[in-house]
């Protein structure tokens, strides 16, 4: 396949592959805008209802910024390609096929034949004559092979002049798409500080609406009511004392299908439920890991926590599993304000997972 074909099937690949990744983005931005509608607007109107919002814009801004960097990457990676094909020499005839001294001999060959045949023009032996009729097939052979070495060198001379013009385009292509190489990894860079400033604005949004809408504190007792005699009720459990909004903690988790971070044992799948009630946490956790060399043979995990919310950023909490097994499950709120770390270790059982950290997204 020649240069030229290769180029036109590989831009035909990269514009079906930048239109599907066009689409993917310019979706998830639509998705995005819709969930932060109204959102600044009704920011002091109700604490719960704004914040849940603020979690789902939060969500779609870092799908919409996964996405669209997934898309400059790719283009990357094609710009890349392309330039690798581009940098491909030309292919030319090489002139060493038929060598110069090759013309000049077949040239000197026809011209003695040519000769000789003369001086035996009016000879009349038989001998003689046959030996011209000989002579003359030679010069027909010899008339033809000069003419083709003739047509060669025009063609060689042809194809080297198109060869020289071909190269000079694909290096110039080339050069245009090494700036677009560059560009893509400057959007990059610029990308990934833009997602993180829009986790981080929103985790502030979803702060500063939980001040704005916390109950006024409640009125002090005059010390003339305040009696030994009063035995104070059991006090009642706030979630204000969570560092961070609760909504980055409860809810449905799952450990996504690609592109997963974790340490340690790799997940297949995880699913966390979240669930808090005047800062007191149930929740349940369902993980399948895949097989190790040498590791556990038994790699499915389940079980229950519970416990009081902490003035931590870090949750922690004691579990137990299915089969009775205790340990301790970590929950820290991730980079993004729909991402959470979950760290648990359990008692060490024969053959059993005992241990996992990951990163599970929001549903």
């Known amino acids: 396949m020649n240069n030229s074909r290769i180029l036109l099937l590989a831009c035909f ?12 983005y310019r979706q998830a931005y639509d998705v995005w805008q819709q969930a932060q509608t109204n959102l600044e607007r009704d920011a002091g109107t109700g604490a719960a209802p704004q914040i849940t919002q603020a979690d789902r814009a939060a969500a779609a801004a870092a799908s919409f910024e996964g996405t669209r960097l997934a898309y400059l990457k790719s283009l990357t990676q094609d710009a890349a390609q392309r330039r690798k094909i581009l940098h491909a020499p030309a292919t030319r005839s090489s002139p060493d096929l038929m060598p110069p001294a090759v013309a000049e001999l077949a040239a000197a060959e026809l011209q003695t034949v040519t ?3 003369a001086k035996f023009a009016t000879d009349k032996d038989r001998g003689i004559q046959q030996l011209r009729q000989s002579m003359e097939r030679e010069r027909s052979s010899l008339a ?15 194809t080297s002049g198109s060869a020289a013009a071909l190269e000079q385009a694909l ?7 090494d700036d677009q190489a560059s560009r893509s990894s400057q959007i990059v860079s610029q990308m990934d500080a833009e997602s993180a400033a829009w986790a981080a604005y929103y985790s502030k949004l979803a702060d500063a609406i939980q001040i704005a809408n916390a109950p006024p504190a409640p009125p ?7 009696t030994s005699a009063t035995t104070p009720g059991p006090a009642r459990r706030t979630s204000s004392v969570s560092p961070v909004p609760l909504v980055r903690y409860v809810g449905l988790w799952a450990y996504p299908t690609a592109n997963g971070i974790f ?8 699913e966390l439920s979240v669930q808090e009630g005047n800062g007191h946490v149930n929740g349940t956790l369902e ?43 970590e929950l820290i709120p991730g980079p993004a ?27």
């Open 171 to 177: 290096s110039k292509t080339a050069t245009a798409f």
């Open 13 to 24: 690949a990269a514009a079906l592959l930048g239109q599907a990744g066009r689409d993917a």
């Open 220 to 226: 002090p007792i005059p010390a003339s009511t305040a």
């Open 115 to 117: 000769r000789a045949i």
């Open 337 to 363: 304000f729909n991402l959470l770390e979950v760290n648990f270790v359990t008692d060490p059982r024969p053959n059993k997972i005992r241990g996992g950290n990951f990163i599970l997204v929001k549903k």
């Open 263 to 270: 340490h340690g044992a790799e997940p297949e799948s995880a």
């Open 287 to 329: 993980a399948k890991f895949k097989p190790a060399p040498g590791g556990a043979s038994d790699t499915v995990v389940r079980f229950k926590f519970e416990g009081d919310i902490a003035a931590t950023l870090t949750q922690k909490f004691m579990l137990a599993t299915n089969e009775g097994t205790a340990g301790t499950i």
């Open 144 to 158: 033809s092979l000069t003419e083709a070495i003739q047509a060669r060198q025009k063609t060689v001379a042809a």
